[in-house]
């Protein structure tokens, strides 16, 4: 249908001679630009609209649902006055965490009120409003987590029955309606309201960088794929992409004297707009804008070599680490020792290094994992081994107790030589998913548990249980609006050659997505390098029918085809019985780190920092000698960038401190 209309619009030519004037859509098919209706060319001040320079990112805010706001719709639909049965919404924006109410983007209101369109946002919801003529229409996107204080870029595509909705460039979700979009919408003595709906309730609290109406066509392939998914542009306005420097027509040269401040960290006002500061830390020439430091000039992070900074002398092996930050407490490493006495430890980072804190006894712990809900924070701790003969084997959660400043028991679950914990959000619900190894009686394919935090008992409960073989990770990562949550199963009771599952959520729980074939997996590990989506299992031995076990075995990277929707084999890593996979970026330099444990005859190996070199793959970069790899964490702080590992079969961890150049 529309490419019939677009040979009628611009093939056919009118009859010479003929009175008849021309046919015209409602509008040109080019993007209309909203935002730009409404900011006035030029630098004049605008009621309401605030200017505000986030980072490099430029956003305007609304502090009131000012009329200056506002424009007829006639002044976009000039040739009619009826909505496009057809089109596409594309803004940028950027919301508060503390996003509780539903907020307007935009709104189109009948000159008495009456709702006519709307686009409406919410911490886990975004609506398309349609006040048709015969009744009013909802199009709802649930779990749409966008109100995480960062830059995010939709494209709401509408036609007929169907709408879908693409954030960030990731994997479009539709939603099919009982009802089609009205074809008879009438904009006739409306009114378009750009961040509010012509009232302070509601008024949009965030930033918004881009906001285009595009009729006619879906906008996507206009804008994806981006270098920067979270800002792709449709048609961004003007002065929101102007490098803030004030115009000057002339200087004579004893005027145009430039003052360049050196030293730390220096204040950016008004009285410093225009100056720049050479900051010597962080090799960078900045320029100020009345507010904030603007880079001209930085140098990026590069990994020069691998320093080490520190040894963790343990109580006993150590075979996970979980790193986390306590709001006034500070940054904290969770170490799951093997030995019951005197337990696991917890350590603190005290002025340059890692200090003893507390020690929690522990039943060969295995695993942490930290979550917080709300205000409060929690520590789950794996047990792999049964309190006595005849007892039933338990994990423990421990929650931080702020007037003690110390993890104290608080509940505790029925798990089966727990390998794993995961912490995760969706929506508005906090959920811990147990990796079961196997039962004590040595069946490894059993069930592992999700629980979900319950508000009113304040407790977690079994939410869903899923079929495992010798369960010994889960990931979860979200891709879009989608949230997936994947398994490493290392062992079926005779092979190590199992499926390895990858579930997707979907209508209140997970549902079946994609298996893997995987060989004793141990963990997967998910990452994004732009736009792209990867997925690296780490594969401990291969065993089949209790054959002879083979440590030097190959270790995959899948990457998530956006065609097929499934992940596909991007490259093989040999690896030695890898247990653990850690990504982290430096600069504009993203690394892998495998934990290599064993090759058939010795615990000493080297574990790779692996590089990557774009269509390379991943290639080695340095190599770190350790003894029984058990675990890798990346973190940073104000001392600078760090690595830490830690040994199933010594008692020893080290930190490793980045050096960059």
């Not at 390998?419 to 998913?433: C, K, M, P, V």
């Not at 085809?561 to 504009?588: C, H, N, P, R």
Request: aromatic content about 12%; proline content about 4%.
């Amino acid at each position: 249908m529309l490419l019939v209309w677009l040979i009628l619009l611009f093939v056919l030519p009118l009859t010479r001679g003929s009175t008849m004037a021309p046919w015209r859509p409602c509008t040109d098919l080019l993007p209309l630009d909203l935002l730009s209706q409404v900011l006035l060319h030029g630098r004049a001040a605008l009621e309401g609209v605030h200017v505000f320079q986030d980072g490099d990112v430029r956003g305007v805010r609304f502090s009131s649902p000012s009329p200056a706001l506002s424009f007829p719709a006639s002044e976009l639909f000039i040739n009619c006055s009826t909505f496009p049965a057809e089109f596409s919404i594309v803004a940028t924006l950027k919301l508060p965490h503390t996003l509780q109410m539903s907020e307007y983007v935009f709104s189109v209101l009948r000159e008495e009120g009456h709702l006519l369109l709307a686009l409406r946002v919410s911490a886990e919801r975004l609506q398309l409003l349609v006040g048709a003529p015969d009744a009013r229409q909802q199009l709802t996107f649930r779990g749409v987590q966008i109100a995480d204080g960062r830059w995010h870029s939709l494209v709401l595509a509408v036609s007929g029955r169907y709408a879908v909705l693409t954030l960030d460039c990731g994997i479009p979700l539709e939603l099919e309606q009982k009802m089609p979009f009205p074809t008879n919408l009438s904009t006739k003595s409306s009114w378009v309201h750009v961040g509010s709906r012509k009232r302070w309730k509601g008024l949009f609290s965030g930033l918004l960088r881009q906001l285009s109406l595009l009729p006619g066509s879906d906008a996507t392939l206009r804008v994806c794929p981006a270098a920067k998914p979270s800002l792709a542009e449709l048609a961004v306005p003007p002065v929101l992409l102007d490098f803030p420097i004030k115009h000057v027509d002339h200087l004579s040269p004893y005027e145009a004297q430039v003052r360049v401040m050196l030293g730390p960290t220096k204040v950016c006002s008004q009285m410093e707009q225009g100056q720049l500061w050479l900051d010597t830390l962080k090799k960078g020439l900045f320029l100020c804008d009345g507010t904030h430091w603007l880079p001209v000039l930085q140098e990026k992070e590069r990994l020069d070599y691998v320093d080490d900074y520190q040894d963790l002398h343990t109580s006993s092996e150590t075979l996970d680490i979980e790193l986390f930050q306590i709001p006034g407490a500070g940054l904290f490493a969770a170490m799951a020792h093997r030995a019951a006495t005197p337990g696991s430890s917890l350590y603190r980072w005290n002025n340059g290094s890692f200090q003893l804190y507390q020690n929690i006894s522990m039943l060969r712990a295995h695993s942490w994992r930290h979550v917080t809900i709300g205000r409060q924070v929690f520590l789950a701790v794996s047990n792999a081994m049964h309190p006595a003969e005849g007892q039933r084997e338990q994990s423990v959660i421990y929650k931080w107790s702020v007037r003690k400043r110390k993890f104290v028991h608080y509940q505790t679950l029925h798990t089966h030589s727990a390998r794993d914990w995961e912490a995760f959000h969706i929506s508005n619900d906090t959920f811990l998913a147990v990796a079961n190894h196997r039962t004590e009686a040595g069946n490894h394919n059993i069930e592992s548990v999700i629980y979900k935090w319950n508000p009113s008992t304040s407790i977690f409960e079994v939410n869903q249980t899923l079929p495992t073989s010798g369960a010994y990770d889960w990931e979860f990562f979200t891709v879009g609006t989608y949230h997936f949550l994947a398994v490493a199963n290392a062992f079926d009771g005779s092979s190590t050659y199992i499926d390895s599952s990858i579930y997707v959520w979907f209508e209140g729980a997970f549902q079946d997505f994609q298996t893997i074939r995987t060989c004793g997996a141990t963990d997967w590990e998910m990452f994004q390098i732009g736009n792209r989506v990867f997925l690296a299992v780490a594969n401990g031995h291969m065993l089949y029918n209790h054959g002879q076990s083979l440590y030097a075995i190959n270790s995959t990277i899948y990457e998530l085809d956006m065609s097929t929707k499934m992940f596909l084999k991007f490259q093989d890593i040999i690896t030695y019985s890898a247990v653990d996979w850690e990504f982290f970026t430096l600069g504009d330099e993203h690394f892998l780190v495998v934990a290599n444990s064993y090759d058939g005859s010795s615990y000493s190996l080297n574990s790779v920092i692996y590089r990557w070199q774009g269509y390379e793959g991943f290639v080695p970069a340095h190599w770190l000698p350790t003894i029984g790899c058990s675990d890798w964490e990346f973190f940073t702080c104000a001392e600078g960038s760090y690595l830490m590992y830690s040994s199933a079969k010594t008692s020893l961890s080290k930190v490793f401190k980045l050096r960059t150049h």
